[in-house]
């Protein structure tokens, strides 16, 4: 980020308030470029039976046999969508596959307190099962998917990896920014408990950690510099146990002058380190 646009996100602060979310859309907005003229979107595609189980696919018309980068959206497990009208998000995340040589797809899942844990591992296992059935025929390989989320996107992809390990053999990659990974550390809030429930007790089970400390998915984790104190320890407690457990540094970048919502959001603007840190690691595990 320039330093006239992190001092701008520096002063919307570290909270997830409603200050600092529609500041940051606002001011994002306003930079991105839109859809290239290039890009081919076909929209809301049922991957599974619920109104929410809709992915859109994003392409180039020369694309073929090429990796697939999918986008999972946050929300604090409670809201968000693929795709608004009047609006470039989240739609510059399958844009930027797409001028980047890949297939891009962007979805929606089940929202909570409707529907809680397990039910984004399980919207994420359809999501790559309807791929891997059919993303041949629109120019992608189904054995170069590449999962990308955030804050709670981020979590459906990690829990996926993590208890539907069987269902994940064969990912090409992940990338997780601003996730919460461990719930037995994590700070409750209500939108936790949407998803996890209101007893405490029971959402050891839904811990990421131990899952991904044992995934061979290569990873790849970022945290941003104003994300909230909860993000922070989070990212900190991830490199002290995955070097406790593999003996390596994970791949984890620290992304300066960003806040919670930036990096997504920063894609298809001027503000190219996101982009070029997502290409890098989808060239790097499906070449």
């Known amino acids: 980020m320039t330093p006239a646009i992190r001092a701008r996100l520096a002063a919307l602060g570290n909270d ?7 500041g940051s859309l606002e001011l994002l907005k306003g930079m991105n470029r839109g859809l290239s003229p290039d890009t081919q979107v076909q929209r809301d595609i049922a991957y599974g039976p619920d109104p929410r189980h809709r992915l859109d696919l994003f392409r180039e018309s020369a694309a073929e046999g090429a990796p697939v980068f999918v986008f999972v959206h946050g929300g604090g497990f409670l809201m968000g969508d693929k795709h608004t009208e009047g609006s470039p998000f989240y739609s510059n995340m399958g844009d930027f596959a797409a001028r980047h040589g890949m297939i891009g797809v962007t979805l929606t899942y089940r929202l909570a307190p409707e529907h809680r844990f397990p039910s984004g591992p399980d919207d994420m296992a359809m999501a790559v099962d309807w791929l891997r059935a059919n993303v041949a ?59 996890y429930g209101t007893d405490r007790r029971q959402w050891g089970a839904a811990s990421c950690m131990p899952g991904l400390l044992k995934t061979p998915v ?17 990212a900190a407690q991830l490199v002290e146990q995955w070097y406790g457990a593999r003996g390596r540094y994970p791949e984890i970048h620290y992304l300066a002058g960003h806040n919670h919502l930036s990096p997504a959001l920063s894609v298809g603007s001027d503000q190219t380190e996101v982009e070029r840190m997502l290409a890098a690691f989808v060239a790097r595990v499906t070449g």
Do not use: W
């Open 218 to 234: 290569p990873v790849q984790f970022s945290v941003a510099e104003f994300d909230p104190d909860d993000f922070q320890q989070q």
């Open 16 to 22: 997830l308030s409603p200050e600092m979310l529609g």
């Open 137 to 195: 025929e629109h120019g992608g390989d189904p054995a170069k998917i590449v999962l990308s989320g955030q804050s709670a996107g981020a979590v459906h992809v990690a829990g996926y990896l993590a208890h539907r390990a069987d269902r994940a053999e064969g990912i090409a990659g992940a990338c997780l920014m601003s996730g919460i990974y461990d719930t037995h550390t994590c700070a409750p809030n209500a939108s936790a408990e949407a998803y």
